[in-house]
């Protein structure tokens, strides 16, 4: 019974210096960021002939520090994956614990996938069609503050939802879940996925329908992954029972 408690003593020691390294890279990273806030903001506004208004030092703030939190999230989340598959290593399989680190590039990619299709597809349809709502009914001013809280709403919760198939394969890889679990519930997986597209979409059908289109291809697309995922581990399986 000693030597359970001491080794939960022992990971809980280990998760608190894991989560303390990811901290201090995050608020390095951070501190780094706020350096090129400027640059980030002109590229995200750059769409706007003219300079979007602030309403006090107080939003001024709030944009620096939201921009810069989120290229440090970005750019600290491989280091955080990294963190995540070293802590959970010792208590895979051998073939498990050797492929666990090909996820840490993956989630990078699959974040800024996300993120790039938010920013590029879904804000600037969701704005026009928002704007054209209002027009000739009321007189539209965006603020800078307004409308980077549009682009934060529009892109980080799709960058978290693409990151699915890198979630899928890892619960595949482990054991936890398989693809016949998976076109099992596909209907609820779909319903679950149109009511994400439309708490993401506040706008029309329309856009309601293209926004649960790719969603329902990075099902299909996790799906298909974790086939293959369940294939290779059934013929390393078999390989193994030959030998």
């Known amino acids: 019974m000693d030597r359970k408690e001491l080794t939960i003593v022992e990971h809980l020691v280990e998760f608190r210096k894991r989560l303390l390294a ?16 400027d640059q980030i903001y002109q590229y995200v506004t750059q769409s706007f002939q003219q300079k ?10 709030w944009i620096y520090i939201r921009l810069a939190s989120l290229m440090a999230f970005t750019i600290t989340l491989p280091y955080t994956v990294y963190h995540i598959c070293s802590f959970i290593k010792p208590g895979l399989k051998k073939e498990e614990a050797r ?24 804000t600037p349809a969701l704005l026009q069609v928002l704007l054209g709502l209002g027009e000739g ?3 539209t001013q965006l603020t800078a503050q307004n409308y980077l809280s549009f682009v934060f709403q529009t892109t980080l919760p799709l960058a978290l939802i693409f990151e699915l198939p890198v979630i899928i394969a890892f619960l595949t890889s482990i054991g936890l879940i398989g693809p016949e679990l998976l076109t099992t ?13 439309v708490v993401l979409t506040p706008a029309d059908f329309v856009s309601d ?15 298909a992954v974790s086939k293959y995922i369940m294939k290779r581990k059934q013929k390393g399986a078999r390989n193994g029972n030959l030998t």
Do not use: Q
């Open 22 to 37: 990811v901290v201090i890279c995050f608020f390095l990273v951070f501190c780094v960021s706020l350096l090129f806030v």
């Open 137 to 139: 009914l009321f007189e």
């Open 52 to 61: 979007l208004i602030v309403l006090g030092p107080n939003d001024i703030l």
């Open 209 to 223: 329908l293209a926004m649960t289109a790719p969603l329902i291809l990075l099902y299909e697309l996790s799906i």
């Open 185 to 197: 519930y596909r209907r609820y997986a779909y319903f679950i996925l149109l009511v994400l597209a």
């Open 99 to 122: 492929a666990v680190f090909a996820y840490i590039p993956a989630s990078f990619l699959c974040f800024l996938v996300g993120l790039a299709f938010g920013f590029y597809f879904v």
